[in-house]
T-cell receptor, first 113, second 117 residues
Framework: NAGVTQTPKFQVLKTGQSMTLQCAQDMNHNSMYWYRQDPGMGLRLIYYSASEGTTDKGEVPNGYNVSRLNKREFSLRLESAAPSQTSVYFC????????????FGDGTRLSIL | AQSVTQLDSQVPVFEEAPVELRCNYSSSVSVYLFWYVQYPNQGLQLLLKYLSGSTLVESINGFEAEFNKSQTSFHLRKPSVHISDTAEYFCAVTPRPLRAAGNKLTFGGGTRVLVKP
């Protein structure tokens, strides 16, 4: 009964380092999403994938790249980390790209020094 | 584009007292509305949603929210809170009609509810 699994749960990086956050879902969902959560700002969409083979920018895509590796997995990459990217990152999935509720992972807490 | 405003960043409340969390939204198109709850160190969980039909929607754990189109609001209420309701609550919207290009939720800033014994 895993749902959406994110790895790692915590990470500390130095400015300029690169890193890939991993996300996998076992619910056979078509759509997947990456958000960042910052205090007082709620969650903001970074990138999403409406279906396997497609990705699109969200509200705050700068500094990030994504890969929809297959139907289960959707990764988020920081090529050159900056302190402004210190945040909690959440992956989510939904059955389809419409009004279906999104299911969230437990988050990755990322600190960039 | 859509925007969501949650007017209270924190709401302290005593156990068994009622609570109301306010949510107002702005959108040029009709929207679907959601409330999500986030318990400490966890991801978000769907609490309830309004898609169509009755403007009053209820969750299984005693929360209810009412969609008011004229006031563009979707306030969340519970008549009697428990310690276990301590969490952060997020209001969110997504535009309708259905779009093939994605179900892009826009979230409010969140309201932290602290239930005191």
């Amino acid at each position: 009964n895993a749902g959406v699994t994110q790895t790692p749960k915590f990470q500390v990086l130095k400015t300029g380092q690169s890193m890939t956050l991993q996300c996998a879902q076992d619910m056979n969902h078509n759509s997947m999403y990456w958000y960042r959560q910052d205090p007082g700002m709620g969650l903001r969409l970074i990138y999403y994938s409406a279906s396997e083979g497609t990705t699109d920018k969200g509200e705050v895509p700068n500094g990030y790249n994504v890969s929809r590796l297959n139907k289960r997995e959707f990764s988020l990459r920081l090529e050159s980390a900056a302190p402004s990217q210190t945040s909690v990152y959440f992956c989510a999935s939904s059955e389809t790209a419409d009004n279906q509720p999104q299911h969230f992972g437990d988050g990755t807490r990322l600190s960039i020094l | 584009a859509q925007s969501v405003t949650q007017l209270d960043s924190q709401v302290p409340v005593f156990e068994e007292a009622p609570v109301e969390l306010r949510c107002n939204y702005s959108s040029s198109v009709s929207v679907y509305l959601f409330w999500y709850v986030q318990y400490p160190n966890q991801g978000l969980q769907l609490l309830l949603k309004y898609l169509s039909g009755s403007t009053l929607v209820e969750s299984i754990n005693g929360f209810e929210a009412e969609f008011n189109k004229s006031q563009t609001s979707f306030h969340l209420r519970k008549p009697s809170v428990h310690i276990s309701d301590t969490a952060e609550y997020f209001c969110a919207v997504t535009p309708r009609p259905l779009r093939a290009a994605g179900n892009k939720l826009t979230f409010g800033g969140g309201t932290r509810v602290l239930v005191k014994p």
